[in-house]
């Protein structure tokens, strides 16, 4: 078999990782920590599928990784039955393609997992990878125009910046993009936006400038707003075809592209994460043209700032493949295009310029997501979100450490390293990893025989990983010793419901608190959305330590009976919380906070507690 297709495989590893993470957390939602958990090792396990997927060397690790990526097929089909097992034949479905997954697995230990199939000359590989591209195109075309989609605050923020820049005004300034929702006419902005831990909710306009003045055009004709980013999709199928010499891989690789349905969904729906994705890809594409490569990168890094974590890698393997000369016109083109397209702003009022594209890193937003970052923001451990920035930065280091010492081993890891920064991030969604498994189907094709001599240290992977573990069992240690001595500057001490017409509408809270800042509250319920449940707080009674506040569910929050709801009380940083359960109208401590049964929006097996 072509190495190649096996390392494609695990690129297709790494994507079905990232899908099967939120199928957990789609099924189990928050208040589950052994989904916690599962959610973490899986994402780990997607790292390491892209890592050896990009690994410049021979290694009988890629082998028995693609058994391992089997196994998550199957896994992830367990997850749907456990998700959709009421669903009409879907028993019967699951044991069709467990079936299959099986023999493929068979076929695979047996060693007759090839591509002989495709050795008939008489098939036309370039016209079949252009017909499915056209038609997986044209399908992604017109369920963007067919199908309605509720946006998230980022695009409604980027649009109204582009409004707002088209009016002569800089949509940097905070006060310029405060009115966003209120111009939108969005009653429930609250839903689907980003709250702070202040009690306020994200306005400004925290990414480059080419992420609102990509919608100039919309703003000017008046439609087709999301399409100008859709039609983007269009370009990975174009730059994987071209990569790829072996038109057989490359329509291998294509389905690499295809398995990747986030990517696809972004597509669809128009999100501005496929223009800085896109961008960054055609850069590497180009690598070798390195006025080109500087110039795409520069657009990229206008687009979003992710594109700024492979800075230091991309710039070594274009130092590499150019000199020091070339390399110094790679960074001019780059930092030329970026200015052309943000100094206007920059030299307009550097420090709000810069304060707002940092805000992602410096403002207090509410924990969400699928990483390990829940144990914080859901209080099970007493965890500040600095821990985990720290430990994105160590990691950070360290492999551009790695990167320049074992750069021939290392030299196709540029897009695969950024998916371990994230992994620690205090906010992880799938929006953070799965762009990094699309741009490295680009790096496996400029693997070739001659790498393939090389075979890695394995002692060295293993002393590699002691380090880690002992690293892990540090930081472990000390947060234990952090958590043995912290209390909770917030104490629940009791609770009732407050109900309307017989629907519950919030909770009348007292708490023991010495502080002087106003509390907020936020509820986590055994579902999977990613805010939680919001309230409007108000202070109602303080006599002393001891305060009283109403808290009202914000309109259309649900909280259904027979549930578990975590209320978390927070201002700045989560102060204190506690877990109740909600049965025949009665709200008692709820103390069973290992598992929650599943309550959610996927499962069509709701279990009542």
Known sequence: ??????????????????????????????????????????????????????????SNIIDRLIYVYIFMGMLILILLAVAFIKAPYSHILFIIILAVFAFIAYKYYKGKLNLDFLENRNLNFKAIYIILSLIVLIIIFSLHFYLHFIQQDEYYIDVYSAIQFMSGRDPYIPYVTASVFSHFNMINYQLFSTPTMNGSFVTLMGYPALSFLVYVPYVLIGKYNNFIISILIIIPFFLIYKTYGNKKIALYALFGLLINIFVLYYGIVGLIGLLWAVLLMTSYFFRKNYRLSGIFYGLSLSAKQFPALVFPYIIYMIYKTHGPKKTFYWLIYGAGIFFLINGYFIIKSPYIYFKDILSSETLKIYGIGEGISQISFLNYAYVPSNVFTGIMVIIFLVTIIVYIKYYDILKYELFAFPAIFFLFNYRVLPGYFIFWTMISLLTIANINKNDLKKEINTKKIKKFVYYIIIFSLVIIIVLGFININHEDPVTFESISPTYNHGKLTGFNITVKYSGDKRLYFRGIANESISNGILFNSQEIYSNGDYKIYKITLIKNEIIY?????????????????????????????????????????????????
């Open 561 to 609: 009976n027979n549930s578990a709801l975590e209320l978390i009380a927070y201002n700045g940083t989560v102060l204190g919380s506690n877990v109740y359960k909600i049965q025949n109208g009665e709200i008692s401590v709820y103390h069973g906070i290992l598992y929650n049964p599943p309550r959610n929006r996927i499962s069509l097996s709701q279990t009542q507690l």
């Open 1 to 58: 078999m072509d190495d190649r297709i096996k390392r494609i495989t695990l690129n297709y590893g790494s994507a079905l990782s990232i899908i099967a993470t939120s199928i957990i957390f789609g099924v189990f939602g928050y208040l589950d920590i052994y989904a916690i958990i599962a959610e973490f090792l899986i994402m780990i396990l997607s790292f390491i599928f892209l890592f050896f997927s990009n690994i410049n060397a021979r």
